[in-house]
C-alpha cells in the first residue's frame, strides 16, 4: 500500500489529482458549514418563538370563582386550564415524567445528543422501529409554543425538508427557552401547556376530569397514566383505548423502577392493576355549586371588564375565558348548599302534590278564557323555536334560499321576520323601516313563493319531528335526577314546562354581601333564572305600605279599621283611576271585625292595606319609600311603562319586581332602616394578583329607625305565636300571593340574614287553583324554615341564633301600646275567620297536611300572636 501511495505521489498528473481532490472535499466540507450556518440564521429569523414571547409564553388560562372562604367552585375557560407552580407539582408526576421522558434533563442544555445518537444508531442502522425519542422536555415544550406547518400534500423529499426545519427549530428554541428559565420552571411550563384531550388543559385540569382530584393527590399509577399520555394523548386515550393506554402506562412505571423511583414490588402490582375512569367527568357549568349564581355572574363580568378603570395596562378589555382572572365571590359554598338542598326538598313535595292535583285536569284548557288556550299552546311552541334541533333545521332548509335573498335583496332571512310573515304580512309594517323597502320588493319576487313552499315543508317537518316518540331524558326528583321514557319531543317541552320553579336568595343586611343564590331546581334543565326574573310580589310589599303609612301619615299601629270592602273611585284624591277599584281579601271574604295594623299584616288583610291607601290619598310616598330601598321609581320598561307604576293596586303588589330587588329591600328593615345594596363579588385579581375591581358598600337611609323599629316588630308577629318557623334564632317575615295563585312568596328576615324566596311556574297557567295549594304559606315559606334551620344546626357556620335587631329607640313602647291606645274593644278573631283562611277541604296530600294543620292549630289555640 506504501508502494502504491508513493508511486501515485511520484506522479505528476496523479499528484495534481490528488490536490485537486483534496481542495474539493474541503470546499465542499466549507460550503456545508456555510449552508448549515445559513439554515441556522434563516431558522432563527423564521417563525420561532422571540425572546419576548418566551419570556412571557401565551396560555389560555381559566378563569376561577372562589367563595368567601376562598374556596374555589367553578370556573370560566375556552380552555379548561391552570396555571400551577413547580412548587406545587407531584413528585410522582415529576418522577414519572423524568423517567420516561428525559433521563439526563438536568444534565443537558436543551438538546440531548447522547440520546440523539442513540436514536440515529437504532433506526438507521440497526432499523428498529421502538428507537425511542430523542426529544428532550425543553424541545418538546418548544413544540407546543409554535404550529408546525401541515405536511400534507408534500413529496417525501418535501416532507423531509420541512422536518428538518421543524426539528432545527425545535432545537434553537430549546436552547433559548434553557437560557431563559430554569429546569423547574421548564417543567411547570411544559405540564401547564400540554393539553391531555378530553377537555383537560395542562396537568392540573387532566388530574380533576380524569381522576376527580387534585394532581398532587394522585397516586403512582394514576401519575404513571397521565404522563404516559404525554407521548401521543390520542393514541393512549384511557376512554377509548384503555389496554393500550395501561401498556403505556406500564411503560413508564418500568422506567420509574429502573431509575429507582419505586421499588419492584410496588411496581410489578400496580403494572397489574386496570385503568380506572369510574371518576372521569367533563366539567361543565351545570355541574357543581351555584350555577345559576355563575351563570349571572358572567353577564356581571363582561360590562363590568369593559369600563375604562378595569382595562388591562394594554387599554384591552380582560378575557374571563382566557386571561386567568381570580374572582372572589361573596358566596358561602355552607349557606349555598343548604339553600339548594332545601329549595329541592320542598319541591319535591310541592311538585308531587301538583301532578296529583291536575291529574284529571288540562292545564290548557282550564279556566282558559278567550285566546288563553292558544296562547297557552303557543308557549309551548316557543320552546320548541328555541331549541337546537330547530334553529339547525331551519338554517339548514333555508340555507339555498337565503343566499339568493343576500344575493338578489341583500336580506337574510332569520326565522322570527319569516315565520311571522307567513302568519300576517301586515307585520311588514313593523319591520325596521331602513330595510323595510328591500322586504317588499322581495314579497313580490318570485324567491317569496319559493321560500313560502319551504316554509309549509318545514312547518310539517318540524311537527312530525317533535310529534315522534323517542327516548327521552326528563327530569325528575330522584337520586339520578332524570328519567329515560319513551315521549314525543314535545311531550318532553311540557313536561319541563309545567315544573314548578324556585328562586332564593341570602344575604348580610349590614354589608349586602350574598351568601346563597338559587336560581332554580336543576340549572341543566331549567337555564332561567329565577332571582333577577321579575313577577308580581303579591303581599310581600305591604310591608312598605305599614312604614308608609306610620312615618309619613303619622298613623299609629294600633289605629283600628274595619274588614270590609274598600274602593277607590275616579277623582278620589291623587290615584288618577277611571274606573273604582274594589279589592277583595285573598279568599274573597270580609269578616267585618275591626283589625289594627299588627292584626291586618299578620292576616294579610287586602280590606285594611286599601283603606290606608285611601287615608294616604296618593302612592307617591310609597313609591319614594321604594326608591329609597333600592327599587328604582324612574325605571321603564315595555314600551315606557313605569316598573313601580302610580296606580292603588301597587299597595296590593301590581307590580313586577325581581327576587334580588324585594330580598335587597327588605335589608332596610333588619338593618335598622337602612338600605344596604347587595354585592355578589369581593374582588377581582388578574392572573398576577394585582387587584382589579373590589366592591364597596353602598347603604341609604330609608326608613326612621322608630318607624323601622315598628314594622321590624309587625314582622316578628306575623311568625310569631300559632304561625313560629320552630327556629331559635329571632325572625321576622312576610309572606305573598298573587292573583291566580301564580306566585307564592316569602321574605324573612333575621338581624344577620336576610332571604327571600319565590315559587311558580315559568307561565302563569302553571299553578294551583286554589289558596289552599298557591299561597305563599305553602309555596314559598316551608323553604325558608327548612333552609334556617340547616344554618342553624351547621355548627361549622356557628350561626350567631343568639343575635339581637337594632334596640328598640325612644317612643316605641309607647307607639307601639295598643292596650292604651285602643278606645273599643275590636271583635275577637275566631276559629271560623281562620278557617276562612286556610281551607283544607281538598288537601290531600298526607305529608304536607299533617305539617299545615299541625301550624294552623296551633294558631287557633294560641293567643293568636297578635298585639292587643
Request: glycine share 6%.
Amino acid at each position: 500500500m506504501k508502494s502504491f501511495l508513493r508511486n501515485i505521489w511520484n506522479s505528476p498528473t496523479e499528484r495534481n489529482g490528488l490536490k485537486w481532490l483534496s481542495r474539493t472535499i474541503w470546499a465542499l466540507a466549507f460550503l456545508g458549514v456555510l449552508i448549515s450556518i445559513g439554515i441556522i440564521v434563516s431558522i432563527s429569523n423564521s417563525d420561532l418563538p422571540s425572546f419576548e414571547d418566551l419570556e412571557n409564553p401565551q396560555y389560555d388560562l381559566a378563569s376561577v370563582i372562589y367563595d368567601a372562604r376562598d374556596i374555589p367552585f367553578g370556573k370560566y375557560y375556552i380552555e379548561n386550564r391552570e396555571f400551577i407552580e413547580f412548587s406545587e407539582l407531584s413528585t410522582k408526576v415529576y418522577d414519572a415524567l423524568i423517567s420516561v421522558e428525559d433521563e439526563r434533563y438536568h444534565s443537558h442544555s436543551g438538546i440531548d445528543f447522547q440520546a440523539l445518537l442513540r436514536v440515529a444508531i437504532k433506526s438507521l442502522l440497526l432499523r428498529q422501529e421502538s428507537s425511542g425519542g430523542g426529544s428532550t422536555i425543553s424541545q418538546q415544550l418548544a413544540k407546543l409554543l409554535f404550529k408546525r406547518s401541515s405536511l400534507s400534500g408534500k413529496s417525501s423529499f418535501e416532507r423531509a425538508k420541512a422536518l428538518a426545519v421543524i426539528k432545527f427549530k425545535e432545537w434553537i428554541t430549546a436552547v433559548k427557552l434553557e437560557r431563559r428559565y430554569t429546569k423547574e420552571e421548564i417543567i411547570a411550563m411544559y405540564l401547564n401547556k400540554f393539553e391531555f384531550i378530553n377537555g383537560a388543559h395542562g396537568i392540573h385540569s387532566a388530574s380533576e376530569i380524569y381522576f376527580g382530584k387534585d394532581q398532587k393527590d394522585l397516586n403512582t399509577e394514576e401519575a404513571a397514566l397521565l404522563v404516559g399520555m404525554l407521548k401521543n394523548p390520542a393514541r393512549y386515550n384511557p376512554l377509548r383505548f384503555a389496554e393500550r393506554a395501561k401498556s403505556r402506562r406500564n411503560v413508564v412505571l418500568q422506567r420509574m423502577y429502573h431509575n429507582g423511583k419505586i421499588k419492584k414490588a410496588e411496581k410489578d402490582s400496580l403494572r397489574a392493576v386496570d385503568i380506572d375512569m369510574s371518576r372521569f367527568k367533563r366539567s361543565t357549568q351545570s355541574e357543581g355549586v351555584a350555577p345559576y349564581f355563575r351563570a349571572e355572574l358572567t353577564k356581571f363580568l363582561k360590562p363590568l371588564l369593559l369600563q375604562p378603570s378595569h382595562l388591562k395596562p394594554d387599554g384591552q378589555p380582560y378575557d374571563i375565558y382566557r386571561d386567568g382572572l381570580k374572582i372572589y365571590t361573596t358566596i358561602d359554598t355552607r349557606y349555598q348548599v343548604h339553600a339548594e338542598e332545601a329549595v329541592r326538598e320542598h319541591l319535591t313535595r310541592l311538585q308531587k302534590r301538583y301532578w296529583r292535583v291536575w291529574e284529571y285536569k288540562d292545564p290548557f284548557t282550564f279556566e282558559a278564557e278567550g285566546n288563553q288556550e292558544e296562547l297557552r299552546q303557543e308557549s309551548v311552541n316557543r320552546r320548541i323555536r328555541d331549541t337546537e334541533m330547530y334553529r339547525n333545521l331551519f338554517n339548514e332548509s333555508f340555507n339555498s334560499l337565503n343566499r339568493q335573498s343576500e344575493e338578489k335583496f341583500g336580506l337574510t332571512l332569520k326565522e322570527p321576520t319569516v315565520r311571522r310573515l307567513q302568519i300576517d304580512p301586515i307585520y311588514i309594517e313593523q319591520i325596521e323601516e331602513s330595510v323595510r323597502p328591500k322586504f317588499n320588493r322581495l314579497l313580490r319576487d318570485d324567491l317569496w313563493r319559493d321560500i313560502t313552499d319551504k316554509w309549509s315543508s318545514f312547518d310539517l317537518q318540524i311537527r312530525e319531528i317533535f310529534d315522534e316518540v323517542v327516548p327521552s331524558k326528563l327530569f325528575q326528583y330522584n337520586e339520578e335526577g332524570f328519567e329515560i321514557q319513551e315521549v314525543s319531543r314535545r311531550d318532553s317541552i311540557i313536561h319541563h314546562l309545567r315544573h314548578l320553579q324556585a328562586g332564593l336568595l341570602s344575604l348580610n343586611p349590614e354589608n349586602g354581601q350574598i351568601l346563597a343564590w338559587v336560581g332554580g331546581p336543576s340549572h341543566e334543565y331549567f337555564k332561567y333564572d329565577h332571582v333577577t326574573m321579575r313577577r308580581q310580589v303579591g303581599s310581600t310589599i305591604k310591608p312598605f305600605v305599614y312604614a308608609t303609612a306610620i312615618g309619613v301619615q303619622g298613623m299609629s299601629p294600633c289605629n283600628e279599621f274595619e274588614d270590609i270592602q274598600y274602593t277607590i273611585a275616579p277623582g278620589d284624591a291623587n290615584f288618577n283611576v277611571d274606573a273604582e277599584w274594589s279589592p277583595s281579601n285573598a279568599n274573597g271574604l270580609f269578616t267585618q271585625n275591626r283589625y289594627n295594623l299588627y292584626q291586618g299584616l299578620l292576616y294579610s288583610k287586602n280590606s285594611i292595606t286599601v283603606r290606608i291607601v285611601k287615608d294616604l290619598g296618593t302612592v307617591e310616598p310609597i313609591r319614594d319609600l321604594l326608591h329609597n330601598a333600592g327599587i328604582d321609581k324612574y325605571e321603564r320598561i315595555n314600551e315606557g311603562r313605569l316598573v313601580v307604576p302610580r296606580v292603588p293596586s301597587l299597595c296590593l303588589g301590581s307590580v313586577d319586581l325581581s327576587l334580588l330587588e324585594m330580598t335587597g329591600a327588605y335589608t332596610t328593615f333588619a338593618n335598622n332602616g337602612i338600605y344596604t345594596k347587595p354585592v355578589f363579588i369581593n374582588r377581582i385579581e388578574d392572573k398576577n394578583g394585582k387587584i382589579i375591581y373590589q366592591s364597596g358598600i353602598e347603604q341609604k337611609r330609608a326608613i326612621n329607625e322608630l318607624y323601622n323599629a315598628v314594622v321590624v316588630d309587625m314582622l316578628k308577629n306575623n311568625v310569631g305565636g300559632g304561625f313560629g318557623l320552630g327556629l331559635k334564632t329571632t325572625t321576622g317575615g312576610k309572606t305573598g300571593t298573587t292573583n291566580d295563585y301564580a306566585d307564592g312568596w316569602f321574605l324573612g328576615i333575621t338581624p344577620e340574614l336576610v332571604t327571600g324566596i319565590w315559587v311558580g311556574g315559568d307561565e302563569k297557567w302553571v299553578r294551583f287553583y286554589t289558596l289552599d295549594d298557591g299561597q305563599g304559606f305553602i309555596m314559598a315559606r316551608p323553604i325558608f324554615q327548612n333552609y334556617m334551620k340547616k344554618i342553624e344546626s351547621d355548627k361549622e357556620i356557628n350561626f350567631n341564633v343568639e343575635a339581637k335587631f337594632a334596640s328598640e329607640p325612644p317612643g316605641f313602647t309607647a307607639l307601639t301600646d295598643c292596650r292604651s291606645f285602643r278606645q273599643i274593644e275590636p271583635l275577637e278573631e275566631t276559629e271560623e275567620d281562620l278557617d276562612q283562611q286556610f281551607e283544607l277541604d281538598e288537601f290531600d296530600d298526607i305529608e304536607m297536611l299533617d305539617e299545615l294543620e299541625s301550624e294552623i292549630e296551633r294558631v287557633k289555640t294560641d293567643t293568636l300572636g297578635i298585639r292587643n
